[in-house]
């Protein structure tokens, strides 16, 4: 059963929702973040929430992948555009994700200071890969 949307309000109230997700969805993808907004502009995403009144992550990763077989380039290197956990929520899957090179660039130096980021990005930088 899919709900509707019935006014301005709770479609705009679902593309935000819908935006958020995406991103956690990119992020477990790997996509360098100053890419998301070209990528979020240019997937055929879901305007309708799943049967449980949400978006449908699964919908969300399926527009990806479509987008990354015509456009690869636009999720830059190192990203893994491929089926991901569709329960992005739990944990941090951000301060998980493998480190990379646009990663590390794109990161603020908030990002980098959080518990347990520096180690990580200092043995990156240092060369260390695991």
Do not use: C
């Given at each position: 059963?899919?709900?509707?949307?019935?006014?301005?309000?709770?479609?705009?109230?679902?593309?935000?929702?819908?935006?958020?997700?995406?991103?956690?969805?990119?992020?477990?993808?790997?996509?360098?973040?100053?890419?998301?907004g070209r990528i979020?502009?240019?997937?055929?995403?879901?305007?309708?929430?799943?049967?449980?009144?949400?978006?449908?992550?699964?919908?969300?990763?399926e527009a990806f992948?479509?987008?990354?077989?015509?456009?690869?380039?636009?999720?830059?290197?190192?990203?893994?555009?491929?089926?991901?956990?569709?329960?992005?929520?739990?944990?941090?899957?951000?301060?998980?994700?493998?480190?990379?090179?646009?990663?590390?660039?794109?990161?603020?130096?908030?990002?980098?200071?959080?518990?347990?980021?520096?180690?990580?990005?200092s043995r990156f930088?240092?060369?260390?890969?695991?």
């Amino acid at each position: 059963m899919e709900f509707p949307i019935n006014t301005q309000a709770e479609t705009n109230a679902f593309a935000r929702i819908r935006d958020r997700d995406a991103k956690e969805v990119l992020r477990s993808m790997n996509v360098p973040k100053e890419r998301h907004g070209r990528i979020l502009k240019l997937a055929d995403m879901p305007t309708a929430p799943g049967e449980d009144g949400e978006p449908d992550r699964k919908a969300l990763v399926e527009a990806f992948k479509s987008l990354h077989g015509d456009m690869a380039e636009v999720f830059g290197e190192g990203a893994t555009v491929a089926d991901v956990a569709l329960d992005t929520s739990t944990g941090d899957q951000d301060h998980d994700a493998p480190l990379t090179v646009e990663r590390v660039e794109a990161m603020s130096a908030d990002e980098i200071n959080e518990p347990g980021m520096w180690e990580r990005v200092s043995r990156f930088m240092a060369g260390e890969r695991a």
